[in-house]
Structures are given as structure tokens and as C-alpha cells.
């Protein structure tokens, strides 16, 4: 499948109703989602699967304290030089961070009406995108005005975890 058509699917899952009390809740969901899919060969539909998985499921990973402890990740990591194994790691360290700072911004400031003006965590990490639709969202206009300037887009579209992390660490910034 190819990059746009993966996106599109994407959004048609993620524009439609679903239901988890938090946005720390859904990345919980996502957690578990990419632990129990861990040892899948990566492929788009997996991924889809697992987004949608996050979306209805109700078995979430628990809250470890340590991952307070947890740095943002790197923005522009060299994924091509990690094996499978190092690039689930870092996914899975993504969302861990995700999980930790949303916890850190609080309901108050994740229910301010205000909030997509930009905020910063505690952990001094600037969030304008907070629910898995807008960071959606913030990813999809981010790929886009991108591939515009890109002179050539690979329609071999290889599949790897890192792609999450693209979505959450570019998504959650971008306007």
C-alpha cells in the first residue's frame, strides 16, 4: 500500500467515533496494542489494525512511574541505522513519553478551551496537538507540506514502528 493510501485510511479510522475517557488513555491503549503486535512483521495494515485496536480496545498497559523519568525522544533519530528491535524500542519510549508528559499537563490544562494555542509540559516540551485526531491531523499537514517541497516520493512505501513515532512526534507540534 502506498503512503497516501495509508494515510487516508488512518484518517478514515481515526475520524470516526470512539470512545476512552482520556487522551493518556488512548496511548495506553496504543502501548499495548504495539507490545502484544511486537513480534509481527510491520506492515501497513498492521499498523492500521493496531490504531483501530487502540481506539476500541479496553486493555491498556498500567502507568509505570519511571516513565517520568523518560526524555523526549529524538526528533530526526537515524532510523535506518537501528535493527527492528531498536526501532520498537524507541516507539515504544515514544509513547511512554506521551503517556508521562499528557499525565504531567493535567486534566486542567487538557480541558482549557485555549489549549491549541500551545503548551508547555512541565518536562519543557511544547504540545499544540494532545487527542490521537489532532495529532493525526498535525502529522497529515506536516506529510503533506513536506512532500510538497520533497522533489521525488518513494511509492515503495516500507513499513517500519518508527512510523508511529513519526506521527506522535510530528503531530503533536505541528499546526
Known amino acids: 500500500m502506498d503512503y497516501?493510501?495509508?494515510?487516508?485510511?488512518?484518517?478514515?479510522?481515526?475520524?470516526?467515533?470512539?470512545?476512552?475517557?482520556?487522551?493518556?488513555?488512548?496511548?495506553?491503549?496504543?502501548l499495548f496494542q504495539v507490545e502484544i503486535n511486537s513480534n509481527k512483521k510491520v506492515t501497513s495494515l498492521l499498523l492500521l489494525n493496531i490504531f483501530k485496536e487502540s481506539l476500541?480496545?479496553?486493555?491498556?498497559?498500567?502507568?509505570?512511574?519511571?516513565?517520568?523519568?523518560?526524555?523526549?525522544?529524538?526528533?530526526?533519530?537515524?532510523?535506518?541505522?537501528?535493527?527492528?528491535?531498536?526501532?520498537?524500542?524507541?516507539?515504544?519510549?515514544t509513547i511512554r513519553f506521551f503517556i508521562a508528559d499528557l499525565r504531567r499537563l493535567g486534566d486542567k490544562v487538557l480541558k482549557d478551551p485555549h489549549r491549541g494555542?500551545?503548551?508547555?509540559?512541565?518536562?519543557?516540551?511544547?504540545?499544540?496537538?494532545?487527542?490521537?485526531?489532532?495529532?493525526f491531523n498535525g502529522w497529515y499537514s506536516f506529510y503533506y507540506d513536506v512532500a510538497e517541497i520533497a522533489t521525488e516520493i518513494d511509492s515503495e512505501t516500507v513499513y517500519s514502528w518508527s512510523d508511529i513515532s513519526d506521527i506522535l512526534m510530528f503531530g503533536k507540534g505541528y499546526e
Open 4 to 30: 497516501n493510501t495509508f494515510l487516508n485510511k488512518l484518517d478514515s479510522i481515526l475520524s470516526g467515533e470512539y470512545n476512552y475517557t482520556s487522551e493518556e488513555e488512548y496511548f495506553r491503549r496504543l
Open 56 to 93: 476500541t480496545s479496553s486493555k491498556v498497559i498500567n502507568f509505570n512511574n519511571d516513565w517520568n523519568n523518560l526524555n523526549e525522544p529524538e526528533l530526526f533519530p537515524d532510523f535506518k541505522s537501528m535493527s527492528t528491535k531498536e526501532n520498537l524500542e524507541f516507539t515504544k519510549e
Open 117 to 135: 494555542l500551545g503548551v508547555t509540559s512541565s518536562s519543557g516540551r511544547r504540545w499544540y496537538n494532545y487527542d490521537i485526531s489532532t495529532i
